[in-house]
């Protein structure tokens, strides 16, 4: 998660989702923030989406309309995670937004506190910038152990994934889930903008319902998976 993308079509779809399959659920949040924006200015598509109401307002109206309130309310430089915490969009979550330490000894802390952070939570979602840790483990990926730690009976989670336009992608991390004992796992993948999977394990049959009217809603935007 980055403040520069903050209200971004990346925000609209993922906030719309969480609102979709929270319903009613103690929903944590953990940004899994880097402090590594890159140099590039944030470009203005991914928020071109605000102006075409036509074409996205119909997918969640009080989201779309709550992002858009607060794009015009607020300056491009004044907007950061906080801002999105206190929109009142996820009303009532935990939010984990402490930076994620470079150094292995450092994280461990840091993910103790995170685990502890949000103890009460039967929803959560960890939001990376890159996703699930693979071959190696960065601040920008959410680490197989962490996955593991934060599992719980009757809790849900929800992860952010970049698409890398791998073959057989969601299938792999499916069974990447799958090696920590999770049973159960769906994939939403996003067309919209910069492609991004969602991968949700451990819910039960209400959530898998929830996403599959969430699916059906937004049509050709999205693309779900369960392997």
Request: aromatic share 8%; charged share 30%; hydrophobic share 40%.
């Given at each position: 998660?980055?403040?520069?993308?903050?209200?971004s079509?990346?925000?609209?779809?993922?906030?719309a989702?969480?609102?979709c399959?929270?319903?009613?659920?103690?929903?944590?949040?953990c940004?899994?923030?880097?402090?590594?924006?890159?140099?590039?200015?944030?470009q203005t598509?991914?928020?071109?989406?605000?102006?075409r109401?036509?074409?996205f307002?119909?997918?969640?109206?009080?989201?779309?309309?709550?992002?858009?309130?607060?794009?015009?309310?607020t300056?491009p430089?004044?907007?950061?995670?906080?801002?999105?915490?206190?929109?009142?969009?996820?009303?009532?979550?935990?939010?984990?937004?402490?930076?994620?330490?470079d150094?292995?000894?450092?994280?461990q802390?840091?993910?103790?506190?995170?685990?502890?952070?949000?103890?009460?939570?039967?929803?959560?979602?960890?939001?990376?910038?890159?996703?699930?840790?693979?071959?190696?483990?960065?601040?920008?990926?959410?680490?197989?152990?962490?996955?593991a730690?934060?599992?719980?009976?009757?809790?849900?989670?929800?992860?952010?994934?970049?698409?890398?336009?791998?073959?057989?992608?969601?299938r792999?991390?499916?069974?990447r889930?799958?090696s920590?004992?999770?049973?159960?796992?769906?994939?939403?993948?996003?067309?919209?903008s910069?492609p991004?999977?969602?991968?949700?394990?451990?819910?039960?049959d209400?959530?898998?319902?929830?996403?599959?009217?969430?699916?059906?809603?937004?049509?050709?935007?999205v693309?779900?998976y369960?392997?």
């Amino acid at each position: 998660m980055q403040n520069r993308w903050v209200g971004s079509i990346g925000d609209f779809g993922k906030l719309a989702l969480l609102r979709c399959l929270v319903n009613g659920r103690r929903l944590a949040v953990c940004w899994y923030v880097t402090g590594r924006n890159g140099d590039d200015a944030a470009q203005t598509r991914y928020f071109d989406y605000l102006r075409r109401l036509e074409d996205f307002r119909n997918l969640a109206p009080d989201t779309f309309d709550a992002l858009k309130a607060l794009m015009d309310r607020t300056q491009p430089e004044l907007r950061c995670i906080r801002t999105i915490e206190t929109s009142g969009l996820l009303d009532g979550a935990i939010f984990h937004s402490e930076q994620v330490p470079d150094r292995a000894a450092s994280r461990q802390h840091w993910s103790s506190d995170l685990v502890h952070a949000i103890d009460e939570a039967d929803f959560v979602f960890l939001d990376p910038d890159n996703g699930i840790q693979g071959k190696r483990l960065t601040p920008k990926h959410v680490s197989l152990s962490e996955i593991a730690a934060l599992r719980r009976d009757n809790r849900a989670l929800m992860i952010g994934q970049r698409h890398s336009g791998r073959r057989s992608e969601a299938r792999v991390l499916a069974e990447r889930m799958r090696s920590l004992g999770c049973h159960r796992v769906e994939l939403i993948r996003f067309r919209v903008s910069s492609p991004r999977f969602y991968v949700i394990a451990d819910h039960d049959d209400e959530i898998s319902g929830r996403l599959a009217l969430f699916s059906r809603k937004w049509g050709d935007w999205v693309r779900t998976y369960a392997i």
